[in-house]
């Protein structure tokens, strides 16, 4: 095994295991607010669920460092980073202010451009498929008591 490869293995490493401590502290929270059953979930449904899921994935990812490690890093995406963290910022500011869908609405085009070749008629278009199903799931199915636009009911 190569140097490179060596340190392949300890990124992966350490990536999925901090993800797989993160996950896990999330499943150990949500286990507390009450989990429900799917047909009456409880508030710590959600959270337990993608915790579990999240476990599974970084799992994935601390075998596959052990497995196919990576023979070369490439540099940071600092652009990307910036926009998917700009989006979810933005997202926990407007969602009382303006509503679910504007905020799903902004995020999206915030995140979207996190890929240098986001066009903007697609990052709209987007943008209003997931405002419109997050009212479908959220607000219409699951019948949550989140204002789709703010002062609107």
């Not at 799917?38 to 508030?43: E, I, N, Q």
């Not at 910036?82 to 509503?99: H, Q, R």
């Not at 085009?109 to 997050?134: H, M, N, P, Q, W």
Request: contains cysteine.
């Amino acid at each position: 095994m190569s140097e490179n490869e060596v340190k392949g293995v300890g990124v992966d490493l350490l990536a999925g295991g901090v993800m797989l401590a993160i996950c896990a502290a999330f499943v150990i929270t949500a286990w507390g607010y009450g989990i429900g059953t799917p047909a009456r979930m409880g508030p710590g449904f959600f959270p337990f669920s993608f915790g579990l899921v999240g476990m599974g994935l970084a799992l994935a990812i601390i075998l596959r460092s052990f497995i196919a490690p990576s023979s070369l890093r490439e540099a940071p995406q600092w652009r990307a980073a910036c926009f998917v963290i700009s989006g979810v910022v933005a997202f926990g500011l407007l969602i009382e202010t303006v509503g679910l869908g504007p905020a799903v609405f902004v995020s999206t085009i915030i995140s979207a451009y996190a890929d240098r070749e986001a066009r903007l008629k697609g990052t709209v278009v987007l943008a209003i498929g997931l405002a419109a199903a997050t009212w479908l799931v959220f607000v219409y199915l699951l019948g949550l008591s989140i204002p789709f636009i703010a002062g609107v009911r």
